[in-house]
């Protein structure tokens, strides 16, 4: 049976981080598990790129200014460009309601430092995206240091670093069950290629994360959530430097990439089919109505079918994710669950992640609200309405 200090079970963004930041604290012998042929594969690849400190829970806000610290010197760690673009994110109320919710937000990113996140009113608006239809929006918030990242650079970065510090990363891998000592803990980790055995385990497995929590005997109350999205043809309707424009009210956005726009609308996902991550041509002509309502310039741009997607977010029940080891068995650890924040996350949690599991606490931030026993205690975080 081989062996490793540490498995990581999942070579997505956040596991790949999570890898490095063990190894970069001096764990020796980690492993890195992916069942797909090469990176990429799961919702790392299919995610759109969006990076944020606009939140309405501090915990969020905290994550989101430590990534963003961490991007800063995010190519002198890695020898990677993750791509940040500071092109701002500007979120639409259709009304007062939506509004106050907005500006409650903000009280909480202006508690928390992120002085830079302003209100903004329609002529404020029609400067930051001119293409926009005002007629419905009655204001909104905005802040320039949110903006975009390149997921699968981020990624690659990561893993590159990780093999410079000696970590074993290995594709193609399937991981099929977890052996537990009389104790709880666990002391191998079963896989396609045979057994693990193993001092500790993480698991980053993303939308499959309570399949391999459940294997400890514990229900980690993370689901596969599908999220589509639609992509124009090449085009210069809308320039790159526009930010990610978000209404509050239905959570329809949009941003370009790639000399190409991005539509997006969540929906829910495929009843009794949570992996499901067809994209779904009614779902296309709506999300393309809705755009040419809010966008007109829009409607002289195609939608290129064969370049749309879908992908899975891993939601938790109060939308933030969870970190820490699992209650009962405290040498697997958890860094699942951050509903469509993850990428963005990744080189926060990744950090908090190794500090826990080094010293037994992470002193970086507090990251009690993230704690798993959370659900069984009954203590979740507000579910933001909103942010």
Same mark, same amino acid.
């Given at each position: 049976?081989?062996?490793?200090?540490?498995?990581?079970?999942?070579?997505?963004?956040?596991?790949?981080?999570?890898?490095?930041?063990?190894?970069?604290?001096?764990?020796?012998?980690?492993?890195?598990?992916?069942?797909?042929?090469?990176?990429?594969?799961?919702?790392?690849?299919?995610?759109?790129?969006?990076?944020?400190?606009?939140?309405?829970?501090?915990?969020?806000?905290?994550?989101?200014?430590?990534?963003?610290?961490?991007?800063?010197?995010?190519?002198?760690?890695?020898?990677?460009?993750?791509?940040?673009?500071?092109?701002?994110?500007?979120?639409?109320?259709?009304?007062?309601?939506?509004?106050?919710?907005?500006?409650?937000?903000?009280?909480?990113?202006?508690?928390?430092?992120?002085?830079?996140?302003?209100?903004?009113?329609?002529g404020d608006i029609a400067r930051l995206n001119p293409a926009l239809r005002l007629d419905e929006v009655a204001g909104g918030v905005y802040c320039p240091t949110d903006g975009f990242i390149r997921p699968l650079q981020m990624l690659q970065g990561y893993l590159d670093a990780c093999r410079r510090l000696g970590v074993r990363i290995e594709w193609g891998v399937e991981v099929l069950g977890l052996?537990?000592?009389?104790?709880?803990?666990?002391?191998?980790?079963?896989?396609?290629?045979?057994?693990?055995?193993v001092g500790a385990a993480v698991n980053a497995a993303g939308a499959w994360a309570a399949v391999v929590a459940g294997w400890a005997g514990w229900e980690l109350p993370v689901v596969a959530l599908r999220r589509q999205v639609a992509v124009t043809a090449p085009s210069d309707l809308l320039p790159h430097t526009m930010p990610m424009t978000i209404y509050a009210g239905d959570g329809f956005h949009?941003?370009?990439? !790639? +000399?190409?726009?991005?539509? $997006?609308? #969540? %929906? @829910?996902?495929? *009843?009794?089919?949570?992996?499901?991550?067809?994209?779904? =041509?009614?779902?296309?002509?709506?999300?393309?109505?809705?755009?040419?309502?809010?966008?007109?310039?829009?409607?002289?741009?195609?939608?290129?079918?064969?370049?749309?997607?879908?992908?899975?977010?891993?939601?938790?029940?109060?939308?933030?994710?969870?970190?820490?080891?699992?209650?009962?068995?405290?040498?697997?650890?958890?860094?699942?669950?951050?509903?469509?924040?993850?990428?963005?996350?990744?080189?926060?949690?990744?950090?908090?992640?190794?500090?826990?599991?080094? !010293? +037994?606490?992470?002193?970086? $931030?507090? #990251? %009690? @609200?993230?704690? *798993?026993?959370?659900?069984?205690?009954?203590?979740?975080? =507000?579910?933001?309405?909103?942010?």
């Amino acid at each position: 049976m081989t062996s490793a200090s540490v498995a990581v079970i999942g070579g997505g963004v956040i596991g790949a981080s999570a890898a490095y930041h063990l190894a970069a604290r001096g764990w020796r012998d980690v492993l890195l598990l992916d069942r797909g042929a090469g990176p990429g594969e799961g919702s790392t690849g299919r995610a759109t790129g969006g990076f944020r400190a606009q939140y309405a829970t501090p915990i969020n806000v905290r994550l989101s200014l430590l990534s963003r610290e961490k991007l800063g010197c995010f190519e002198a760690e890695t020898g990677v460009d993750p791509g940040y673009q500071a092109a701002g994110y500007l979120w639409l109320a259709a009304n007062a309601s939506e509004l106050a919710t907005l500006r409650a937000g903000q009280a909480v990113q202006h508690a928390e430092g992120l002085h830079e996140a302003v209100e903004v009113g329609c002529g404020d608006i029609a400067r930051l995206n001119p293409a926009l239809r005002l007629d419905e929006v009655a204001g909104g918030v905005y802040c320039p240091t949110d903006g975009f990242i390149r997921p699968l650079q981020m990624l690659q970065g990561y893993l590159d670093a990780c093999r410079r510090l000696g970590v074993r990363i290995e594709w193609g891998v399937e991981v099929l069950g977890l052996s537990r000592r009389a104790d709880g803990t666990i002391a191998a980790i079963q896989t396609s290629r045979g057994p693990v055995g193993v001092g500790a385990a993480v698991n980053a497995a993303g939308a499959w994360a309570a399949v391999v929590a459940g294997w400890a005997g514990w229900e980690l109350p993370v689901v596969a959530l599908r999220r589509q999205v639609a992509v124009t043809a090449p085009s210069d309707l809308l320039p790159h430097t526009m930010p990610m424009t978000i209404y509050a009210g239905d959570g329809f956005h949009l941003r370009v990439r !790639d +000399g190409r726009v991005l539509l $997006l609308w #969540p %929906t @829910p996902g495929v *009843p009794g089919h949570p992996y499901d991550v067809r994209v779904e =041509p009614e779902w296309i002509a709506a999300v393309t109505a809705k755009a040419h309502a809010r966008v007109p310039v829009l409607r002289r741009a195609s939608i290129d079918s064969a370049a749309c997607w879908g992908g899975l977010y891993e939601v938790s029940p109060d939308k933030h994710a969870v970190l820490g080891p699992v209650p009962g068995c405290n040498n697997l650890f958890l860094v699942n669950g951050s509903s469509g924040h993850g990428v963005m996350h990744a080189p926060a949690l990744g950090q908090l992640l190794a500090e826990i599991m080094s !010293d +037994g606490t992470a002193k970086t $931030l507090d #990251p %009690t @609200p993230l704690r *798993p026993s959370r659900f069984v205690e009954g203590d979740l975080n =507000p579910v933001p309405e909103l942010l």
